[in-house]
């Protein structure tokens, strides 16, 4: 083996950290700077490439629907990506050197698209999403390996860590905004990458602190794990060159499809996958009907996270241009960068997080704690008033009457209310729902979801090309208080298939 099991010995050591493990600081800080990256990158994305080409900080002059589609593209596959990021360290590298070799590959593209070329740009989102797709799942597993005693300190760990995620949400936008669209947007990128290299630093510092935790444990030989990496590699990149071939094909007229057209037959391409793969599991699976059941809950809950994020996305996309073009950010005499209020919704976060969960905790004691599926309709509840108090701010703006910020600060306070509900029950209802020899893939079917409805999120923002905000925003409203209204009346059924139903005064663990 590369490494044996833990011992004693190997647990991780170096004091406390808030009352945890010291190990956590150090991932605390690892991501904590690669969300600042992730997150600074991602508020200059559809701004950059919908700015003209003239001017003092010129961007891509893309249309609003072709700079859609790509946010898609791209905020999709970083999420895909994370399954091969996962058998990457499950079986060739480890986790902690996952983590490692994944955060320079994000700094890389990040350093990349600080060049002043169209090519650098896009192939330093391609580094992004390769590098986020070996860091992002293999982190919190390591996080998860700090508590092997599991229970409730392990999920007051994760709450700790959840903070880090949302501090770097939060700061990200605001320095690589201040640069990117204050000065240069290259610059904004570049910071972004400096900030990633800062948290890779500070992770190798800390790295004693783990112990042995994330280090690959196999009884592979040296020779056995050459031909597994050589045949995943080899598949990996001629996948890769295969895309990039195609791109440049699309890109050069010998394919005359646009990336709007590529991104809906791949949204629609990956939705049929994951439900003929559903259905080959109920059908030639072994399961027992009890386990179908939970597994239909299990597909039930993609579908409706998959409708969150394509609403709650909006906000890179066009709620991003709703703040630039028609939010008056005028503020003690000076005009405001765009981007900045994409950090809002992580200060809701940090606020109200504490919150949510005492909610829980005490409602949960009087027997009243809401099931998973209740949880996540009133998650789209949350998220369908938002876009309606949004579509009636846009109703009354235009780039004669700029609105209030304000209109967006609530909005994205109802966003949050939203994802407070139904974004934190994701990982526990999957380990809770799935059969014991298909918890990984389970695991997988939700990152797919998530990347399904970024995918469709960019393909909605696009179509402010043709619509005008308030109607789009309307749109999305009335789609998602349907899809809320549909998850909540179900929501008792879905309960009864997924065995979440009370007994007596003690409830079922949601």
């Not at 995620?165 to 990200?172: E, V």
């Not at 910071?191 to 500070?202: K, S």
């Not at 056995?224 to 990996?236: D, E, T």
């Amino acid at each position: 083996m590369t490494t044996t099991a833990q011992s004693e010995t190997s647990q991780p050591t170096g004091g406390t950290f808030f009352g945890h493990p010291r190990g956590l600081a150090t991932l605390f800080f690892t991501e904590m700077w690669e969300r600042f990256s992730y997150y600074g990158m991602r508020a200059l994305l559809t701004l950059y490439m919908t700015t003209e080409t003239i001017g003092a900080n010129p961007g891509l002059g893309l249309d609003v629907a072709t700079a859609g589609a790509i946010y898609g593209l791209y905020t999709a596959l970083v999420y895909i990506l994370t399954l091969p990021g996962g058998w990457v360290a499950d079986n060739l590298w480890g986790q902690r050197k996952a983590v490692w070799v994944g955060g320079w590959i994000i700094a890389l593209g990040h350093f990349t698209m600080a060049v002043p070329s169209t090519f650098a740009f896009f192939l330093g989102m391609v580094f992004i999403t390769c590098g986020t797709g070996l860091l992002k799942p293999n982190i919190s597993t390591v996080v998860g390996e700090l508590y092997p005693e599991g229970g409730a300190r392990r999920d007051a760990g994760f709450s700790v860590f959840y903070m880090g995620i949302n501090l770097g949400a939060f700061l990200g936008p605001m320095i690589t905004g201040y640069l990117g669209e204050g000065n240069n947007w290259h610059w904004g990128f570049g910071a972004a990458g400096v900030g990633m290299v800062i948290g890779l630093l500070q992770y190798r510092a800390g790295m004693s602190h783990l112990g042995d935790i994330g280090l690959l444990e196999t009884d592979d030989t040296p020779e056995q794990l050459a031909s597994k990496s050589k045949k995943f590699f080899g598949g990996f990149f001629a996948v890769v060159a295969a895309v990039v071939a195609f791109g440049y094909l699309v890109s050069v007229g010998v394919f005359p499809y646009t990336l709007t057209q590529i991104a809906t037959v791949m949204g629609y391409a990956v939705l049929i996958i994951v439900a003929l793969y559903f259905v080959y599991v109920w059908t030639f699976g072994g399961h027992t009907a009890e386990e179908n059941k939970k597994m239909f809950v299990i597909f039930w809950l993609f579908i409706l996270i998959a409708i969150f994020w394509s609403g709650f996305e909006q906000a890179g996309t066009s709620m991003n241009i709703f703040a630039r073009d028609l939010t008056d950010r005028t503020f003690m005499g000076r005009e405001w960068p765009a981007s900045w209020l994409q950090s809002v919704n992580p200060i809701w976060i940090i606020l109200m997080a504490p919150a949510f969960g005492s909610l829980w905790v005490w409602l949960e004691q009087r027997n009243a704690d809401p099931s998973i599926p209740m949880k996540a309709g009133l998650g789209l509840t949350g998220l369908a008033v938002g876009f309606f108090v949004l579509a009636w701010g846009a109703a009354n703006a235009s780039t004669d009457t700029l609105v209030s910020p304000a209109w967006l600060v609530v909005t994205y306070f109802l966003f949050t209310v939203g994802e407070l509900c139904i974004s934190p029950i994701g990982l526990s209802a999957i380990t809770k729902l799935s059969p014991r020899n298909r918890v990984g893939q389970m695991m997988g079917i939700w990152f797919v979801g998530a990347a399904l409805g970024n995918l469709f999120a960019g393909l909605v923002g696009g179509r402010l090309e043709s619509m005008e905000p308030s109607a789009l925003f309307r749109s999305v409203a009335l789609t998602t208080t349907a899809a809320a209204i549909v998850a909540l009346v179900l929501a008792p059924i879905v309960k009864r298939w997924a065995g979440l139903e009370r007994t007596g005064a003690a409830a079922a663990a949601d």
